[in-house]
């Protein structure tokens, strides 16, 4: 019945984009300069993020933006390499078009639009705190996977597994707590677990927008620590057709990396697609390489649309399939991997990149129709998304999976922007999720289950000249029942019918105090409903090393945060301070109490013991701040440095909550030569210091603090019709051997990755 009322709403959806398609067209000119000479500036990019429309100016500057609505009031962006960013709101019925004076700046061009808000809009007026991240800093930060890439971000961390599995953490939450947004659709594909990464093509991201903060009033139940929004690429301007392609390799684990897009506009007829593959053998640390430690991926994923005078309509597809090997014990008292025999495993062995057991197969599919329609001076936004995720545990052999997950996920999105005049912004929207999973394996962790949400929400948004000011409040709903399962004339799981809402709500503002000096504040209430796992986890957790019983009695989470920032960006410096104090009611965590164990059976005969974690309850307090300052003392030179710190309250006894990442202080000394004939080229060096983490759960142990060093080069080369990208950066180049405090390889005494060198190189071409 859910299904059959999921495409219902869609038919319903794709018709009335029909009836809208004789939508008058126009076009909206304009003029791009410098703001000192008022010479025009050829080559600018000009976008408008809700009509996905893009073009460029030409040599005396002049940019046409076509198939745009003849009225409404929209944000435009304009960038240009070696100066400020600007955004500002127009009006496509102002016949004359408009002039945007450009000033030069030696700061890197950051994004100044964000999109993971009701209205896209400038930063300086958004009072949540959010972080952007460009393509470039993605592809070149070695990172293994998407979150990896992210993880020295200011308040963000990983609870990693190896090389391949990276679970985000932003101030101090995680799982279920931070929502990962892809295709404009929430990413659903057992996140609950320890060692279930997000299933994400990391190259097709263009940017990733980081929301720090509750967010439930805009995503709902799961956003209640923040939200990372992955963002494609632009779509090209019409009649342009082009594409890149990247490849990277790195040492310590062998991994290679390649990645090929093709895009194209026909008028307004948009597509693009892209396929990636990855390889990797196990990671190295200083003289051990870890069994079976390695991953391979392959990833498929397009998108067709059209951006015409009425709004845009774009449906995107991908699939996402990887093999991850999945280690079960450490390394012994000498520090050797033992095989089956108990013979150790040599260098060479572990190297090999066929996977042995165990390992997970996974595979996600997923498809995404986003549209935004004009309707005279109102929009309405529109996500529908259908996601499958089929994951399998192969523990005994590689022929059939013992734990075998088979989940799917309905999703739609509806926002409707009421007209406005640029002062007052209202919106309102309606968003659920129905979700179905099947156990097909023998062997189980969770149950069977249903679950249903909706939620609405109202939104308002008033706009001053030095700033804007923001409230609103939503209803959530939420049903999750747990199916129960006989298996050999046994017991595994009771059935369980829960419900579940809140009402949430929050109220911000942004201010401009003095000239390019902005204050930031919001108060805002999170919400989540327990997890599948926290309410009905009953087993073994492969790659986890422990049991794991869930509790069907839990009761929903909600927060309390109070968020305070100070911005301050001039020629030469950028200087960024946050504040926060996040109360949590019902915090959910797992916990290994009285050192209780259980012996669990084998089907070889073989046995082992394992702690035994239950999911329990507690009212928690998480307080912390962020810091970062940027020096630009010459054009070529700049020096960054960023810090960042959460302490985690478990209020029932005033001790540590567990699972929260150590403090850490980043800085990087990057030098950008002008070199005659090339372009882009750097030379970096980074120290990335990590404090000891002392304040640690029972169940925990202490973290040494440490400290790695980077280091980075790469250049530009130009060809005919493009240019040719080359760069290498190291990673730990001094081989310290340590633990993150969040590793989970750190239960089996499995050091993080030792020194690791990335050479890489990417050619966009025309």
Request: charged fraction near 20%; charge should be negative; aromatic fraction near 12%.
């Amino acid at each position: 019945m859910k299904k059959i009322q999921f495409l219902l709403i869609l038919l319903i959806q794709i018709l009335f984009t029909a009836n809208v398609f004789a939508t008058k067209m126009a076009e909206f000119k304009g003029k791009v300069v410098d703001a000192d000479s008022q010479t025009p500036l050829a080559g600018a990019t000009i976008y408008i993020n809700d009509l996905k429309t893009i073009t460029s100016s030409n040599a005396e500057g002049e940019f046409i933006l076509k198939n745009v609505p003849a009225k409404g009031r929209f944000l435009l962006e304009v960038r240009y390499v070696g100066y400020k960013t600007q955004a500002q709101t127009i009006d496509l019925a102002q016949p004359e078009g408009i002039i945007i004076s450009l000033e030069p700046s030696i700061v890197e061009s950051a994004e100044v639009v964000i999109t993971g808000s009701p209205f896209s809009s400038d930063n300086k007026t958004n009072s949540l705190s959010v972080i952007t991240i460009g393509k470039e800093k993605l592809v070149q930060s070695a990172g293994t996977n998407l979150i990896d890439a992210i993880s020295r971000i200011p308040g963000i961390s990983q609870v990693s597994t190896g090389g391949a599995i990276s679970k985000p953490v932003i101030r101090g939450l995680g799982y279920n707590r931070v929502l990962t947004m892809v295709d404009g659709a929430r990413e659903e594909a057992q996140q609950w677990g320890d060692e279930h990464g997000i299933e994400i093509d990391q190259f097709s991201a263009s940017r990733i927008e980081i929301l720090k903060g509750p967010a439930s009033l805009l995503y709902g139940s799961d956003a209640l620590g923040g939200v990372i929004n992955v963002i494609d690429d632009l779509v090209p301007t019409p009649g342009e057709f082009k594409g890149d392609f990247i490849t990277t390799y790195s040492t310590n684990s062998g991994l290679s990396a390649s990645s090929l897009m093709l895009q194209g506009n026909n008028n307004g007829l948009v597509y693009r697609g892209r396929t990636s593959y990855k390889n990797a053998h196990g990671f190295q640390y200083k003289n051990a390489t870890v069994p079976n430690s390695g991953f391979n991926e392959f990833n498929l994923n397009g998108m067709v649309g059209l951006n015409k005078s009425w709004g845009y309509s774009h449906l995107s597809f991908s699939r996402f399939h990887t093999n991850i090997g999945l280690v079960e014990e450490g390394p012994d008292n000498d520090g050797n991997y033992l095989d089956e025999a108990g013979a150790p495993v040599l260098a060479a062995d572990a190297k090999d990149r066929t996977l042995g057991l165990p390992f997970q197969n996974i595979n996600h599919y997923r498809a995404a129709l986003n549209s935004n329609i004009i309707l005279g001076k109102g929009q309405l936004k529109t996500t529908f998304a259908f996601q499958r995720n089929l994951r399998k545990e192969f523990e005994e052999s590689t022929d059939e999976a013992g734990l075998n997950l088979d989940l799917n996920s309905y999703t739609y999105d509806l926002k409707y922007y009421l007209p406005n005049q640029g002062k007052w912004e209202p919106a309102i929207g309606v968003q659920g999720m129905y979700q179905n999973n099947i156990n097909k394996g023998d062997e189980f962790l969770i149950p069977d289950y249903n679950s249903n949400s909706i939620g609405t929400f109202f939104y308002l948004k008033r706009n001053f000249k030095q700033g804007a000011l923001n409230a609103g409040i939503r209803y959530d709903y939420k049903t999750i029942n747990g199916k129960d399962l006989e298996f050999e004339g046994e017991e595994v799981f009771q059935s369980f019918d829960n419900q579940f809402s809140n009402v949430s709500g929050s109220l911000g503002f942004a201010f401009e105090i003095a000239k390019e000096l902005v204050i930031k504040g919001n108060a805002g209430s999170g919400f989540r409903a327990p997890n599948i796992a926290e309410l009905g986890a009953k087993g073994q957790h492969e790659g986890t090393f422990r049991y794991e019983i869930g509790n069907s009695k839990l009761k929903q989470e909600t927060s309390l945060q109070f968020d305070l920032g100070l911005e301050y960006t001039t020629q030469n410096i950028t200087f960024g301070l946050n504040a926060y104090a996040n109360s949590i009611y019902n915090y959910i965590y797992p916990g290994n109490f009285n050192d209780e164990t259980i012996a669990v059976e084998h089907e070889d005969g073989g046995s082992e013991t394992l702690p035994v974690y239950r999911f329990v309850q507690t009212d928690a307090e998480l307080i912390g701040a962020e810091a970062s300052v940027d020096f630009h003392l010459i054009r070529s030179l700049h020096f960054e440095n960023s810090f960042a710190y959460v302490r985690g309250i478990n209020k029932a006894n005033n001790q540590a909550l567990p699972f929260i990442p150590a403090a850490s202080i980043n800085n990087e000394l990057r030098f950008e030569p002008s070199i005659k004939g090339f372009e882009n080229a750097f030379l970096k060096i980074g120290i990335n210091n990590v404090f000891k983490q002392a304040r640690f759960d029972s169940f925990e142990t202490q973290t040494d603090g440490y400290t790695l060093l980077d280091a980075g080069l790469g250049i530009s080369v130009n060809t005919k019709k493009s240019k040719l990208n080359i760069w290498a950066t190291g990673q730990n180049l001094l081989n310290k051997q340590y633990y993150n405090h969040l590793s989970r390889y750190k239960l089996a005494g499995i050091y993080n990755s030792g020194r690791n060198v990335t050479f890489g190189i990417s050619f966009p071409f025309l």
